[in-house]
């Protein structure tokens, strides 16, 4: 090819400091950053296998398992974001020629169902509608008639704004049938009930940026040792090497020998953001989050709004609130967003146009939030 002139295209870019906008970020992810775990993210850098590092990296997994309610030796923040944790837990787990049940009651469990796929898996499903949580003796129908060697389910889907209940039952029926159980907790660590070794759930991966309120870059995972087993035994490498957890096991297990640079700086803001899980409690901050979601919840049907999930299911860090008729969902987030500096979001999949999706995460779930989104939402609305 001939050499190009040098052009204006060619000379340095002159580009501004950043300046972001301050946005109060009360959609589903990312949520407020606490301004303890920005600060953590401008400390000075150490080597990824610094003695001085080795030691954040142990506290980091004490923390995680702490938070997840686990025992598991297997507890790693995954370099990458929620959907890296999602591809290390299916990646790994899922061999060609497994089956996985999945569900098909909201936009995550269809992406369980692509990368159990991907992995060379055989997807089935178990059906409930957008907006449903998993009914156990469905789960238990499809159990007996796939025989699955994994099911997955998501614990708070973010699409829908529905928690799942009876996680003991859906586990225990999985159990039976020899099934290890995978679970979505992107949007319930940290914020809703979750207890991963009292409910029996085998693999639970989940995202920073959600209740922990953190910066998305490194993703909550953890396996039992009967998880890991499988994995460590597999006939066939995963098919990513990035994800391989039996490699990564030579970093984060007993060796702390690199296979890749960690990212240092999301490895202090998520050690920060679990300090604080840790200092507040956890129980306290299920609580925390139920309270102010409550008041959130009250606000908009004080407004005359309804909310997409009945209150048996509802979930508190993801506000699923039906869009009246004849108003626009996009035109309400774009007003919010311009006059008010606010983000909430509109819905996606089978429920595009229907709900809004009103978040109430991690730091974000403050009083001056809940004020501020229910007012603002009424001012656009009215
Ligand atoms: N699972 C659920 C339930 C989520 O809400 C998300 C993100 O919103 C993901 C998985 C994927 O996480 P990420 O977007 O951080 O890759």
């Known amino acids: 090819m001939a050499q190009q002139p040098s052009t204006e295209a060619t000379r340095a870019p002159s580009v501004g400091e950043l300046t972001p906008p301050d946005r109060t970020l009360m959609g589903p992810g990312p949520s407020d950053v606490n301004p303890r775990v920005l600060r953590a993210m401008s400390t000075p850098l150490v080597g990824h296998l610094d003695p001085s590092f080795i030691e954040i990296m142990d506290e980091v ?19 990458g974001t929620g959907s890296a944790a999602m591809e290390a837990a299916i990646g790994n787990v899922v061999e ?12 995550f469990g269809g992406r369980m169902a692509t990368m159990a796929q991907r992995a060379g898996g055989e997807v089935v499903e178990v059906d409930a509608p957008w ?19 994994i099911f997955g389910f998501v614990h708070a889907e973010t699409s829908t704004g529905v ?21 979505d907790t992107v949007t319930s660590l940290g914020g809703v009930e ?55 096991e030579g970093y984060w297990g007993d060796e702390r020998s690199y296979h890749h640079t960690a990212p240092i700086t999301n ?3 998520i050690r920060e953001a679990l300090r604080l899980v840790a200092e507040e409690g956890i129980e306290q901050r299920w609580a925390r989050h139920e309270r102010l979601a409550g008041a959130l919840k009250a606000g908009v049907e004080a407004m005359g709004l ?27 987030c774009d007003a919010l967003l311009e006059q008010y500096d606010l983000e909430i979001a509109g819905g996606l999949g089978d429920l595009a ?4 999706r009103i978040g109430c995460m991690g730091y974000s779930a403050r009083p001056e939030n809940v004020i501020y989104v229910v007012t603002a939402l009424g001012d656009v609305l009215e």
């Not at 639970?204 to 890991?228: I, R, V």
């Not at 146009?353 to 809004?356: A, L, V, W």
């Open 61 to 79: 997994q004490e923390l995680l398992r702490y938070t997840f309610r686990t025992d598991n030796q297997w507890t790693i923040p995954v370099s």
């Open 96 to 107: 060609p020629g497994d089956t996985m049940l999945v569900p098909t009651n909201g936009y």
């Open 131 to 149: 907006g449903e949580p998993l009914e156990p003796d469905v789960v238990a129908d499809a159990l007996a008639e796939h025989d699955p060697d």
């Open 163 to 183: 928690l799942q209940p009876d996680v003991s039952e859906l586990t225990a029926a999985a159990h039976d049938h020899d099934a290890l159980v995978i679970a």
């Open 194 to 248: 979750l207890r991963v070794d009292e409910w029996g759930i085998d693999v639970a991966y989940s995202g920073p940026q959600k209740c922990l309120s953190c910066p998305p870059g490194a993703s909550p995972l953890t396996l039992s040792d009967e998880a890991m087993d499988k994995v460590l035994s597999r006939d066939e490498d995963p098919r990513s090497w990035y994800l391989d957890l039996s490699l990564l």
């Open 267 to 269: 490895v202090y803001a």
């Open 306 to 332: 309804e909310m997409n999930a009945p209150d048996e299911y509802w979930l508190p860090s993801l506000n699923a609130v039906r869009v009246p008729d004849g108003i626009d969902d996009g035109a309400v």
């Open 353 to 356: 146009g229907e709900i809004f």
